[in-house]
Every structure is written in C-alpha cells, then in structure tokens.
C-alpha cells in the first residue's frame, strides 16, 4: 500500500553506468516517482532518467537538486491518505572530491585541516582533496536537514551510506580498503515511539538488518 519514489544514484541494476532503466520490474516496485541514473559523479552536469531512456540534468549541483524534487514529493505526499516510502540517494561524498559548491568549499581552509592521526603529513593537492571532502559533507547535511524539517513526526527517517573513505589514513585513499575509515558506515534512525534522542546501540549492525528493521518500525510484515 505504499507509494515508493527514487531519486539519485541507483546503482544496483547491472547495466552500464549510464544506462536506462525502464518502467517495471528492474525498477523494483519504485513507480510512484523515479529519477535516477545507475551512476554519476560529475556533480555540476550530472544526467537522470525518468521514464523515457532520454537523459535529462539536474541543474547545479546535484544533491541540491534532487533534495528539491525529494521535498516537492514529500509535500504532495503527504496530502495523500497513502503511506509514502522515498529514497533520496546521494552520490557525494564522493571522488572527485573538488566538485563541491563553492560556499561549502569556503568554509575550509587547507592549510587549517587538521588530518586524522593515522594520515601522517599531507601534500598540498591531498589537504585540498579533504577540504573537498568535508565540503560535500556540509552540503548534504544541509540538505538532509532541510529533508528531516519537512517530514512529520509520524515518518521514519533513516540515513546511512554504503562505504566510507580511507582519506589517506594508512597512505591510501578511496573505499576498497578493508579498514574501519572504509567499512564502517553511519546508521542514524529517528522514527515514532522512539527512545530518548541519543539512544544508541552497540552491537554490530549491518545492511541485512537494515531492511527487517524498518519494515517492523512500519508494522509491514518482512
């Protein structure tokens, strides 16, 4: 009974990274609203699809747009008697690291990056990819903020990521290291009923929980 919308990065079809992925079953009961591609890093000219194998492009930065539609959908949604499930899939952060907005770019100053202590001393080049990092970072939590303001309290809200990145701790970059700044990924749950802000728990946790958990906080069978 739910109305399931995608917006973003899709990646799990198989195809080619730019690829379309047409109406029906690949789609994966995400019909009520799609905007997605397979995948995409070029944040300032990053295509879409909707339901015709045309790309489109969001305009600027693409986390900014896709947080648009995302709360247009809420909006309209949310006057519906259906119950709304949305995903809002982000490609940053993410290399190329660079291609941040300039006003979230602005607030970090290279030389003042204080690296992780395991990093050891940084080039130039690597202080300005961090700096680049943290950007991309400041974007989306402006945007999730602006996503957990328009939800009511009676709408589950979960965010979490797929990988992390290295950042050069140990010498390396990137995610496909298996080391903590790489695996470990956050998981964030505000949802009805909900113990006190903070509560926490300390077991491990991992992506096949992720989808028993919230389809028994939605009271949907699994």
């Known amino acids: 009974g739910y109305r399931n919308a995608y917006i973003g990065k899709w990646h799990l079809d198989g195809n080619d990274r730019g690829g379309f992925t047409p109406p029906g079953p690949r789609r994966q009961g995400f019909d009520a ?10 944040y ?3 295509h879409y699809y909707r339901d015709d194998p045309k790309p489109l492009f969001w305009e600027g930065y693409d986390a900014f747009a896709q947080t648009e539609l995302a709360l247009r959908f ?3 949604a949310s006057a519906r008697p259906e119950p709304f499930a949305l995903f809002l899939s982000f490609g940053p952060p993410h290399t190329p690291y660079r291609r941040a907005p300039g006003e979230q770019l602005a607030r970090y100053d290279p030389g003042k990056i204080v690296p992780r202590p395991n990093c050891g001393p940084l080039t130039a080049r690597e202080r300005e990819d ?3 990092y943290f950007a991309h970072t400041t974007a989306l939590d402006d945007c999730l903020g602006r996503v957990s303001a328009a939800v009511d309290g009676n709408t589950i809200l979960a965010f979490t ?3 992390g990145d290295m950042l050069f701790s140990h010498g390396q970059r990137r995610k496909q290291w298996p080391w903590a700044e790489s695996i470990k990924v956050p998981f964030l749950l505000r949802c009805p009923g909900m113990r006190g802000a903070g509560a926490g728990i300390a077991a491990p946790f991992n992506v096949t929980d992720v989808m028993p958990t919230i389809l028994d906080l939605a009271d949907v069978p699994v």
């Open 44 to 46: 300032f000219h990053s």
């Open 33 to 42: 609203l799609w905007a997605a591609a397979n995948c995409e890093h070029d």
């Open 161 to 163: 990521s797929d990988h």
């Open 74 to 76: 809420i909006a309209e």
């Open 130 to 132: 961090l700096t680049g």
